[in-house]
Nanobody, 121 residues
Framework: QVQLVESGGGLVQPGGSLRLSCAAS????????MEWYRQAPGKERELVAA???????NYADSVKGRFTISRDNAKNTVYLQMNSLKPEDTAVYYC???????????????WGQGTQVTVSS
């Protein structure tokens, strides 16, 4: 089983910054995409940013120009740098890893436990 451990959430004022981290561990053979999602109260979970193993990145329109996703493939870690934070960014943020373990033929999705980000004055 692949495990994802998230860190970096907290309370920040509007206009502030946070950096989230997500480290994957386990019997990993390879990792395809690593992604960040968020879910606000009463809303569906939405994709925020994605990064493939080849370095391609994608962002939700609401965070373009403010958030940056990056990967350290040697450490099996993905980061989300969040700048110019707004109250509407308040949500629980989850990382997701599409990975193949040595014991399986197929790749599967694995989720982190979530970390709370609150943007408030």
């Amino acid at each position: 089983q692949v495990q994802l451990v998230e860190s970096g959430g907290g309370l920040v004022q509007p206009g502030g910054s946070l950096r989230l981290s997500c480290a994957a561990s386990g019997s990993i053979l390879s990792i395809n995409a690593m992604e960040w999602y968020r879910q606000a109260p009463g809303k569906e979970r939405e994709l925020v940013a994605a990064a493939t193993s080849g370095g391609r990145t994608n962002y939700a329109d609401s965070v373009k120009g403010r958030f940056t996703i990056s990967r350290d493939n040697a450490k099996n870690t993905v980061y989300l740098q969040m700048n110019s934070l707004k109250p509407e960014d308040t949500a629980v943020y989850y990382c997701k890893c599409n990975a193949r373990e040595w014991r399986f033929r197929m790749a599967y999705d694995y989720w982190g436990q979530g970390t709370q980000v609150t943007v408030s004055s």
